[in-house]
């Protein structure tokens, strides 16, 4: 098992994913003799997961649910937050934006919890490499762990600094640079320096529109083309059958024996499949500032 | 600057490059040719000097269709020294400000004038252009850069500028699938160098070639494909190298049912005929129908008057391996409820899958579908809003026109199929009722 690449069976030290409903899946560290409480029992992983299928089901003592292999995708949903994340909608719009594929090299801060981080990793591999900076220890501490136990910490550097004072560590490498910071006008220079002389994509993500007129402007002033800021939304869909009840307007006195000869009897209701959508749906992540730089 | 020789190697336009061509927001698709009249926003223009210059070069159209390395100089702009008024209460439009006739501009074209200087005596010619607010002026400015400006810049093909054209330009041959929908697609499927992917798609080729480029040359892609032949006009826009060509196979529907009941007719038989650019894999015909003088190179036309496909041991490596696919990729103008059921069966567990409809209700009926059946997870039926932000000081709001719709996805994950319980029967879906409790053992 990795993040970047399937493997069929389960095995000891996999990050399994328990699939127990739509919104509830977490992550299982798989561990001989270990076990896991769930709301549907005890899960003894030597015997229900080590050597079982990704995919199997599961039997507890309450219930049953499923293992799922790793992805970045189940991964936004199932991490324990360190802090506000980017969800699946934002980084598959980023993912295509900044160009992403097999070998590029890509900057990006701050790393949080690793969520985009994850899908980035995915999508570089094998032959790319991720710069990752975030200035709070602990949390550059416990991404840099994760990586690990995902077996990706080959494709990505964590560093623990500031990057609107020291950049991002590296000079003239990256492809794309990603920013989801606070200031990011602070750190378009460095930016700049981190990515190849003949050009790269930017992405800055930011939540208030003031933090994205500012970095437009800094993007302006240091050279940056193409500068567009847009707004991506996840509308979700509820599938359901429902029965809308027919008015009963009384006999129909014009009827004659032209009425269609296999008459349908007088339904109560009508049933259809349809769907219906959420009381209330995500308005806003953030805006999502795209930007090309020039060759220099 | 210095050319770094090698190094730049990979940035210069060569001949027989795909490229895409840009001005503003419109694109289009081209390969160099030489001596090729290429029509682009009305204008012919030959792509020869393009030759030899760096990708991201921006060129200017000379009269007679040449390109020539547009320079930035250092010209005044025409809104220097111009004073700018306070709001538009005195400005009446009386269509009458503009001393420059359309014949005069005409003629300044004629001239050879270049287009900021076109822009420039518009402006000098303009009676209320004082009047204007300052904001209203760079407005004027921009509208008529738009206009005069003679240029174009030659891009390097990805699949965010090929999604972007077809988009704008050609909707209907995607099945109007916006850009932004794709990209979902792309990460739902978690597509990624190495994967094994299952394709169905009459986007011409844009979904196949935007895969590609996410696998990067690793893997292998399978596009299942309707009628005689494959559609991949699209992927040779995005100019791969030819190497990711190796990885690409294909497989007829027609004998998808034939190849789930075992009864596929995979015996090796003479061969006839070699077709050209893939040698090591020979396609040849039993059937005698029409094959007197058969050409090396197999029109899509001669496809589709053969008979029967025949298939050789080498496909028969292609066949086991369709049965262990690990992603399924679904975007046509199909009905995708018969294509999403017959091609799921080729999926291993726990493995995404992703299905793009135009329309929503016939995903409703694969949702539905698929709940009967069961072996799925995580189904979710979705579209996206997308919307686009002018920001400039003072004046940023969101623009006036936005897409109304890109599309529907429907995504989800195959588990192993369980026959023992009626699929169906969950007591899984409910929201947790109480706190949950987690406790790993394990430190």
Redesign the interface.
Known sequence: MSFVEYSDLIQDGDVAIIYLSHNNVMPVKVQQGAQTQTRYGVIRHSTDLIGQRYGSKVTCSKGWFHVLHPTPELWTVALPHRTQILYTTDIAFITMMLELRPGSIVCESGTGSGSLSHAILRTIAPTGHLHTVEFHQQRAEKVAEEFKEHRVDHLVTVRNQDVCKDGFGVTGVADAVFLDIPSPWDAVGHAKVAMKKHGGRLCSFSPCIEQVQKTCEALQDQGFEDISTTEVLLREYDVRTVSLPLPDFGPDPESTEEATPAAPPNHASISLKTTTLPREMPGHTGYLTFATKPRT | ?ADNGDD?NQ?RIKEGDYVVLKRGEIFKAVQIQPRKKVIFEKQWIFLDNAVGQ?Y?TTFEILSGGNLKPHELKDTASPLDAVEAGTDNRNIVDDGKSQKLTRDDIEALKEKGLKGQDIIKKLVDNHATFGDKTEYSQVKYIKKKKKKYENTVMILKP???IL?MMYHGREPGKICHLR??T???M???A?I???SKVLVFETCAGLVLGSIM??????GSVIQMYPGGGPVRAGVENFGFPAHFHDTLHEFPICHVNALLAGTLDTSAKDPTAEEQGSPEEESMVTNTGDDAGQDVEKTEKDKLKEAKVVFHTRLVCLIISLFFT?RLVIASRFHPCPVLLGLLKFL?????FVVYSQY?EPL??C??KLKECGGT??L??????????Q?L?DR?H?LLLMSGGGG?LLSG????T?HSKPAGSK??????PKR???????G
């Open positions: 600057m730049d940035y760096l991201s990805s699949c965010r999604a850009y932004d794709l990209a979902q792309l990460t739902l978690n990624h160098a190495g480029e996410r696998m990067g040359g690793y690990c291993s567990p726990s493995r995404p929503i409703i009926e949702f539905k997870v995580n979710r039926l979705t579209d996206t809003w997308l919307r686009h932000y920001v000081p940023t969101p529907y994950t195959t588990v192993a369980d007591q899984a879906e409910e929201p947790a949950q409790k987690l406790e790993d053992t394990e």
